[in-house]
């Protein structure tokens, strides 16, 4: 098992992508801690993990209160001794033009994506200093942190200063035997596209992909193995990356008759 003995924090860990790498990350043996807004959600996926056979607790975390994001981490560690790997997943969505977005829209937007980031990183590095075989901070970016996207434009903002604080803690602490990555997925089957979508159904679906050369949203299990490979011994030379997990959506541009919504789908 890739992660035997390891101990993992996941935030958003009660739904999508998080909740696909908290299991991933059970059964390739890790002691988990998971934290989400999401009191009950939370509770039923650390009971799931449990019911496999994964050692994990759940603990209620906002991940723009440094105080929660503190006592998260801080309780992982008080409870298994260590801290190996931190998945800074939690994040939300907004499709506003700058035009329409509120201040209280921009402060809640960066509240989450990024300062939920930046807290994860603060208090996790202290433990993974301490820990001598260093360990591994992942990043939860996007394809709109490696492009500019015009729908999203906020949204896309904080996951590029992600990718920013990602490349940048690499840089510092590589000396350290620790590793900062980051994870760009484009469109993933989670609640968060299911908001997007809303009730247009396939169309709406078809807006969503109407972009991205490969028409099919990936499921959060293929992002969840991505994240298992960069926290994994498998990438111990990875450091600083963004890896988009978008297909090819973030590649360059194709055809301009593609730029249509009347393509077929595929399974």
Do not use: Q
């Not at 994860?120 to 202290?126: F, I, T, V």
């Not at 604080?165 to 350290?176: C, E, G, M, N």
């Not at 926290?231 to 990356?241: A, D, F, M, Q």
């Amino acid at each position: 098992m890739l992660l035997e003995g390891k101990v993992a924090v996941i935030t958003g860990a009660a739904s999508g992508i998080g909740l696909a790498t908290a299991r991933l990350f059970a059964r390739e043996g890790a002691r988990l801690s998971l934290g989400d807004v999401d009191e009950e959600a939370g509770r039923r996926a650390a009971e799931e993990v449990e019911a496999h056979g994964g050692e994990v607790e759940f603990v209620p975390t906002d991940v723009t209160s440094g105080d929660d994001v503190k006592g998260l981490i801080d309780g992982a560690v008080g409870r298994y001794g260590k801290l190996d790997v931190i998945f800074n997943n939690a994040g939300i969505s907004m499709t506003k033009p700058i035009p329409d977005t509120s201040e209280e829209d921009f402060d809640r937007l960066v509240a989450v994506n990024f300062k939920g980031v930046f807290l994860g990183c603060k208090h996790a590095l202290p433990h993974l200093l301490d820990n001598p075989e260093g360990g591994a901070i992942l990043n939860m970016s996007s394809n709109g942190g490696l492009v500019g996207r015009p729908g999203d434009p906020l949204y896309s903002a904080t996951k590029h200063a992600v990718m920013g604080l990602t490349k940048s803690l690499a840089v510092t602490y590589a000396h350290r035997r620790i590793r900062t990555n980051a994870l760009c997925p484009g469109a993933i089957d989670t609640p968060m596209i299911e908001g997007i979508i809303g009730s247009e159904g396939e169309e709406g679906l078809r807006r969503v992909l109407a972009n991205s050369p490969t028409p099919r949203m990936a499921s959060p299990e293929e992002v969840a193995y991505a994240a298992l490979f960069l926290v994994s011994p498998h990438s111990t030379y990875v450091n600083g990356v963004g890896l988009a997990v978008d297909g090819a959506k973030a590649a360059g541009v194709f055809n301009a008759d593609r730029y249509r919504t009347d393509f077929e789908l595929i399974d």
